[in-house]
């Protein structure tokens, strides 16, 4: 088989999982994206193995065990990455990624505010530093 | 490598490449509809048939292990965990409408990108190289055993190790706290109407038929009795993701239109579409009570599955 079908396959899925990763807005949707990226880089790893086992007299099964591990690494994560997930959704209501901005840099309380509600965003928080002055005092 | 790479034609693919491709084809297209379909649940289904065209990869690659694996670990375990994180999270049935994110587009663009360079180095760098399959199989249970417990025992047990700690971690993470149990603070005066409210009211939400309505009904009589505590509270948080622009009189509107609110648009509008659709979040926080009644099940199969 020419190599070429699955490393090609596997670029192709990859990316798709990017976009995935990009584009989507609930949290278990990114997981899943997630999942679909993890499982290109299996098929590559499984598709040179087999290439190399002919090819180079490999013995190891180098791509083989490392993709069981790959698998089982991502059987912890997506378990570690749903609780999270429910953790976030008890405390704050939401799976939206975009609308768990506690951490950015400057706090956007509608959480809908793009590069729109950045403009405006200096003077909110320059009254706000200004409010807690006058807390302070 | 030298290898024997002139027996192969190019434009003259074996039965083994046609299936390949065919397989691959039903697999990319299963992949680009998760990404890109408005209902989640879907998504996830369309994930199983991806994950499945995988597993069919690797039986054509003659690693049969690894496809077995594929279909336990994947199929059997990780999309059924990624149903119940829906279930879990109130995930809508219908489409959402607001399932990608503005900068979908920057999304699209660079995921192209990455496909463009990626399939012009692959191609390029692998334009004659050929995978002999003809052999022995490379990846029965046999070989993989063997190589598995004669040179990566270490990593294996490391892998028992950290597969050890993730279990651990999760049902750390995803435990209730003491003062959750004993009654949260912050929502205490909903609490009342959380546990005399139908728990069936979660139920019906997901089901098409006679329970739907029947919860509608249900939800448009304890209406008034929930909607003047729960709706200055945290009610506009627990909002699901189909009303994130909106506040609470768009969503009024906004509810009945969409597919999921079919069987409540039947009953919903006859009592009065304002006061249904305040009552659509008070149930919310009856559902997420129920959430959390389910949660320690699906933890406990996920220690299961591994």
Redesign the interface.
């Given at each position: 088989?020419?190599?070429?079908?699955?490393?090609?396959?596997s670029?192709?899925?990859?990316?798709?999982?990017?976009?995935?990763?990009?584009?989507?807005?609930?949290a278990?949707?990114v997981?899943?994206?997630v999942?679909?990226m993890l499982?290109a880089v299996?098929?590559n790893l499984?598709?040179f193995?087999?290439?190399l086992?002919?090819?180079?007299e490999d013995?190891?099964?180098s791509g083989?065990?490392l993709?069981?591990?790959t698998?089982?690494?991502?059987?912890?994560?997506?378990?570690?990455g749903?609780?999270?997930?429910?953790?976030v959704?008890?405390a704050?209501?939401?799976?939206?990624?975009?609308?768990l901005r506690e951490t950015a840099e400057r706090g956007h309380p509608d959480?809908?505010g793009?590069s729109g509600a950045d403009a405006g965003d200096p003077d909110g928080a320059g009254r706000n530093a200004a409010d807690r002055t006058e807390a302070a005092a | 490598m030298s290898l024997a790479a002139q027996s192969h034609g190019f434009l003259s693919p074996t039965g083994v490449e046609i299936t390949f491709l065919l397989v691959g084809l039903v697999t990319l297209g299963a992949a680009l509809v998760t990404v890109t379909t408005r209902r989640l649940v879907h998504a996830a289904l369309w994930l199983v048939v991806a994950l499945g065209g995988l597993a069919v990869e690797y039986l054509l690659l003659t690693a049969e292990f690894i496809a077995w694996v594929q279909v336990l670990i994947y199929v059997g375990s990780v999309v059924v965990l990624l149903l119940f994180g829906l279930m879990l999270t109130r995930a809508p049935i219908g489409p959402s409408p607001d399932a990608d994110s503005e900068n979908r587009w920057v999304g699209l663009a660079v995921a192209l990108a990455a496909a463009a360079a990626l399939v012009w180095v692959v191609v390029d760098a692998f334009r004659t190289t050929y995978i002999d399959l003809d052999g022995a199989a490379q990846g029965t249970t046999e070989v993989t055993g063997q190589s598995l417990f004669r040179g990566w025992v270490l990593p294996f047990e490391a892998l028992s190790v950290l597969l050890l700690a993730a279990l651990v971690g999760a049902i750390v993470i995803s435990r209730k706290t003491a003062e959750e149990e004993t009654g949260p603070g912050g929502t205490a005066p909903v609490t009342p109407p959380r546990r005399t409210g139908p728990r069936s009211t979660g139920n019906g939400r997901r089901g098409i038929t006679a329970a739907a309505s029947a919860a509608a009904r249900s939800r448009a009589t304890t209406t008034p009795a929930t909607a003047p505590e729960g709706e200055p509270g945290p009610a506009p948080e627990t909002s699901n993701s189909q009303a994130i622009d909106g506040e609470a009189p768009g969503k009024g509107e906004e509810v009945p239109a969409k597919g999921e609110g079919a069987a409540k648009g039947g009953e919903a509008p006859g009592k009065g579409g304002d006061l249904a659709a305040k009552g659509e979040d008070a149930p919310a926080k009856r559902e997420d009570a129920a959430a959390k009644g389910e949660d320690a099940p699906s933890k406990d199969e996920e220690g299961e599955q591994r």
């Open positions: 088989m020419h190599l070429a079908y699955p490393a090609v396959l670029a192709l899925l990859f990316c798709t999982g990017l976009y995935g990763v990009l584009a989507r807005r609930n278990i949707l997981l899943m994206s999942e679909l499982n299996n098929l499984v598709a193995d087999v290439w086992a002919e090819a180079a013995t190891l099964h083989q065990a993709t069981l591990f698998i089982a690494i991502a059987a912890a994560e997506i378990g570690i749903l609780a999270i997930v429910l953790a959704y008890r704050r209501g939401t799976s939206d990624v975009d609308r959480g809908t793009g | -």
